[in-house]
């Protein structure tokens, strides 16, 4: 069971919600860390029922989320708005979220920024600059280095990757069910080390040259990193659901060399596959 803070710096990807978007993302937010919460106080407990400290803390990280939320545009907002907000002293809020999630305030605030900072990517209208005023940053630079340092990927880069698992994006009708095909093909062949690129085209009835303008223009993506990125996802579920070591997972998911795929990962999703599990 991975922490809170491991967790809250690598979610599951959600697709933009267009309008209202900020709120969209905060219910899907709190519901995310409401299951992880209570997955978490069940396998401490055996699968006993939730107790009342529980609860407790996870009510508390529900208030934290909602008001770094409301405020996530907001460059000034701080440690010590933070504290206020939460009608409790900075000591108290500091060693709350130390006790409860293993981050700090200053921790938790940017980890919900980068978190909104993922989610605005999705949306293509939207530059980076505005991604970086919606999420709190009044410099787009500082921003791209602070998503930099957490994802290992500038925005843009972050951004064209990402193409693939954007189910909401709207795309002809062929588009997407050549991208759900593709995808289905890949993971029913998963294992295989030597599935490639000439296999998937051949399957599609596409020649290699076609399938390779085809996938890049509607991912952004070239046909190896695409069927990289559709391992590496399927990997990240199996990591999450605890389905095997690293290096068996590194195999199930068609990698033969298991530091490969460690850095493969950490390219994709800026954690190592050890810090999922």
């Known amino acids: 069971m991975q922490t809170f803070s491991s967790y809250i710096q690598n979610p599951s990807p959600l697709p933009y919600a267009g309008k209202q978007s900020n709120l969209k993302y905060m219910n899907e937010i709190i519901s995310e860390i409401i299951q992880h919460c209570e997955t978490a106080c069940s396998k401490s407990h055996n699968e006993a029922e939730i107790t009342e400290t529980d609860m407790i803390r996870k009510d508390f ?22 504290a206020a907000d939460m009608s409790i002293s900075k000591s108290t809020l500091y060693r709350r979220l130390q006790n409860y999630t293993g981050t700090s305030p200053y921790e938790l605030i940017l980890n919900i920024r980068m978190r909104y900072a993922q989610l605005f990517l999705s949306d293509p209208s939207l530059q980076i600059a505005e991604i ?22 500038t925005p843009k880069a972050y951004r064209k990757k990402r193409t693939l698992t954007q189910t909401d994006t709207i795309l002809p009708n062929n588009d997407k069910l050549l991208v759900q095909k593709a995808t289905k093909l890949i993971q029913n062949n998963i294992s295989d080390t030597n599935y490639k690129l000439n ?79």
């Open 132 to 153: 970086a005023l919606k999420v709190g940053f009044n410099c787009p630079k500082y921003f791209s280095n602070c998503f930099k340092k957490r994802f290992g990927l």
């Open 199 to 277: 296999h998937l085209a051949s399957e599609l009835g596409l020649s290699i040259s076609s399938f390779y303008r085809k996938i890049k223009t509607i991912t952004g993506l070239s046909p190896a990193q695409f069927i990289r990125s559709v391992k590496l996802n399927h990997a990240r579920i199996l990591l999450r659901h605890n389905s095997g070591n690293v290096m068996d997972i590194a195999y199930a998911c068609g990698f033969s060399d298991a530091k490969y795929f460690s850095r493969c990962f950490r390219g994709e999703f800026g954690i190592l596959p050890k810090e999922v599990i």
């Open 61 to 82: 990280l529900i208030k934290s989320i909602v008001i770094v939320t409301n405020n996530l545009n907001d460059a000034t907002f701080d440690f010590d708005k933070f």
